[in-house]
């Protein structure tokens, strides 16, 4: 870095000498020169804004990968939406937290329709990885909420502030007792925040205050696991407890999905 530097400080000295003396050979020069410079600088620019949010981010989506995977277990036709959230996440990277967070839950709910696993997958529960979700453009609660906890991760926003909740969601109205198992994604901005709840149910990101509709179980990410409202944090490691979020974690990483 310090050496372009001071190559560019020469050259910015050299133009100057040029105007000033009428250096017609020099001039042509510089005047080519600085079409390059002017490219270089604002290149400059665009990776002086990015790469601040890349470096912070400890997961990468490695898109040649994922377009392999994604070519071998469905088809071709199925690229263009994993282009499409290629070209999503690039232009998210500068932008704050909860703009992030809203465009990639809103993201999602354009992309993909519910469907239940045992419709999909023959399975009563099975956790997809992002790759199966777009690949079918189908998925349940926890392929929706694993897709947007990897989004955010790969945009940087740190795994302390984003949690898998597991929830009991009330349906049937604000009198029904009538329950089910249900998975969401919640963003907290700091430690002790009221978490902003992502859902599949409904497209408004909404703070959990205002979701009196779901009832927390139990909450985890990739290093940690909480019970109930996640003030208090269990001993034991997520992968070791949850065989299936063990599961879905090597299939991403088989896929591309770098951690």
Known sequence: MIYWAKYLARFVLASEIAIYTG????????????????????????????????????????FDRLEAAMVRQFATDRLPI????????LTLHSVSDYEKIQRVNLFFHRHVRYRTDMAL??????WATPLE??????GDCEDWAI??????RHLGIADEQLRLIYVRARIGGPSSQITQAHMVLGYYSSANAEPLILDSLISSVLPASERDDLTPVFSFNSAGLWAGQGAQRANSSPTARLS????????????????
């Open 82 to 89: 994993l282009r499409a959230w290629q070209a999503e996440l």
């Open 121 to 126: 997958y023959g399975q009563e529960d099975y």
């Open 23 to 62: 250096n017609m050979t020099v001039l042509r020069w510089v005047g080519c020169w600085r079409c390059v410079w002017r490219r270089a600088w604002l290149l400059f620019l665009v990776l002086v804004l990015l790469f601040p949010a890349l470096l912070r981010s400890d997961w990468v989506l490695q």
């Open 147 to 152: 897709a947007k906890y990897v989004s955010l």
């Open 244 to 259: 299936r979020w063990r599961s879905v974690l090597e299939r991403m990483q088989q896929d591309g999905v770098q951690f």
């Open 133 to 138: 979700l777009l690949g079918h453009g189908l």
